[in-house]
């Protein structure tokens, strides 16, 4: 798997290509700043190729429920560590 790294425009946005043998994924993670806080979203476009086609709605599928877990767990995560840290003086 190569992972190339497509746009960089900090603070807002961070594209990638991710080429392997059973697929081309290209995707863009956006971070829009909201009231006390951040908002991130993300959009995936997935090129299964080969046989991996036929599997493409179960692929996509799969894929959108991984990107939930993935992005609500690092969510979990900071809001913890927010809770746990010192209040600035």
């Given at each position: 798997?190569?992972?190339e790294y497509t746009a960089f425009e900090?603070?807002?946005?961070?594209?990638?290509?991710?080429?392997m043998p059973?697929?081309?994924?290209?995707?863009?993670l956006r971070?829009?700043?909201v009231a006390n806080g951040t908002r991130m979203g993300w959009s995936w476009v997935v090129r299964p190729r080969g046989l991996y086609r036929l599997l493409t709605?179960?692929?996509?599928?799969?894929?959108?429920r991984q990107e939930r877990e993935n992005w609500g767990g690092l969510k979990?995560?900071?809001?913890?560590?927010?809770?746990?840290?010192p209040e600035a003086s």
């Open positions: 798997m190569t992972i900090r603070p807002r946005r961070l594209a990638s290509a991710i080429h059973a697929a081309e994924i290209a995707g863009t971070f829009d700043p709605p179960v692929i996509a599928r799969v894929g959108r979990r995560f900071l809001e913890a560590r927010e809770e746990l840290a």
